[in-house]
């Protein structure tokens, strides 16, 4: 049976991850503008820190939803 709280955890994880992706693409010339031989500006450098962060954190809330959702569909289809 469907879990609807489950298919809605689904669609929002996913859209946080790309939220936080879309946020990383909004800074790309930014860091595609970046001399070769200059230090990096210190609020590029918070700025990737931040996004990193939460694009991390949203992917790996996905990918541990996901991997839930398996770990389920596999046990009921054994039991």
Do not use: C, P, W, Y
């Not at 946080?16 to 930014?30: K, P, V, Y």
């Not at 001399?35 to 590029?44: E, P, Q």
């Not at 694009?55 to 809330?61: E, K």
Request: proline content about 0%.
């Amino acid at each position: 049976m469907t879990d609807v709280n489950e298919t809605r955890a689904l669609k929002a994880s996913f859209r946080g991850a790309l939220d936080t992706g879309r946020s990383l693409a909004e800074i790309q010339a930014r860091v595609d503008a970046l001399d070769d031989h200059a230090d990096v500006d210190d609020g590029l450098l918070d700025d990737l820190a931040r996004l990193t962060s939460a694009h991390a954190v949203a992917s790996a809330a996905l990918r541990g939803l996901v991997d839930t959702m398996r770990t389920r569909r596999a046990a009921g289809a054994s039991a």
